[in-house]
């Protein structure tokens, strides 16, 4: 079965740096979104992107966070300058239609802010 | 906005005896509902989910979920479960006029011998 692939499976980073979190999505899906996990919480919408802009997005995505399909192949969500709180697990998600009525996600990326 | 409600945060049970675990959601006109999986260190995987047409909805691994629109729930059962079942279950909601999923915190099914 086609899978999302997301790399790093692990990112250690100092408050303030800046880190890009990267996906593959599945070749022939449209649309892409972001997800996170904080430990023990639930897993947040960060944002979606269809047609190399964002279509919709959470208030936690706010100027720190962008998102980018630089090459038709891979998905990023960069973070600019990390704080604490944006420890978290992220899933990169696609999917063929705007439904979602098959969504894969990725394995994740966990982030550690130190 | 939409909500989903887990209230068990770990339900444990022994191999072969029947689960539940239970999903409420917020009332909305139109939404579609999701199970998803996440065995350790893997992703979400769809177990199954309700679109429309029977409430009564199979999905993989022997899961099975019924939509009951009067009580916002949307439990997810197994009648006899395995060790390979122990993972994270996660019920999420999507309205029928955004594409986003709403999730719950996650339910841990525990499964001993």
């Known amino acids: 079965e086609p899978e999302v692939t997301q790399t790093p499976s692990h990112q250690v980073t100092q408050m303030g740096q800046e880190v890009i979190l990267r996906c593959v999505p599945i070749?022939?899906?449209?649309?892409f979104y972001w997800y996170r996990q904080i430990l023990g919480q639930k897993v947040e919408f960060l944002v979606s992107f269809y047609n190399n802009e964002i279509s919709e997005k959470s208030e936690i995505f706010d100027d720190q966070f962008s998102v980018e399909r630089p090459d038709g192949s891979n998905f990023t969500l960069k973070i600019r300058s990390t704080k604490l709180e944006d420890s978290a697990m992220y899933f990169c998600?696609?999917?063929?239609?705007?439904?979602?009525?098959?969504?894969?996600f990725g394995s994740g990326t966990q982030l550690s802010v130190l | 906005a939409q909500s989903v409600t887990q209230l068990d945060s770990q339900v444990p049970v022994f191999e072969e005896a029947p689960v539940e675990l239970r999903c409420n959601y917020s009332?909305?006109?139109?939404?579609?509902l999701f199970w998803y999986v996440q065995y350790p260190n893997q992703g979400l995987q769809l177990l199954l989910k309700?679109?429309?047409?029977?409430?009564l909805v199979k999905g993989i691994n022997g899961f099975e979920a019924e939509f009951n629109k009067s009580q916002t729930s949307f439990h997810l059962r197994k009648p006899s479960v395995h060790i390979s079942d122990t993972a994270e279950y996660f019920c999420a909601v999507m309205d029928g006029y955004r594409s986003t999923l709403t999730f719950g915190k996650g339910t841990m099914l525990l499964v001993s011998p």
């Open positions: 009332s909305s006109v139109s939404v579609y």
């Open positions: 070749s022939n899906h449209l649309y």
């Open positions: 998600a696609s999917s063929e239609t705007r439904r979602n009525e098959k969504l894969f």
């Open positions: 309700y679109l429309s047409g029977s409430t």
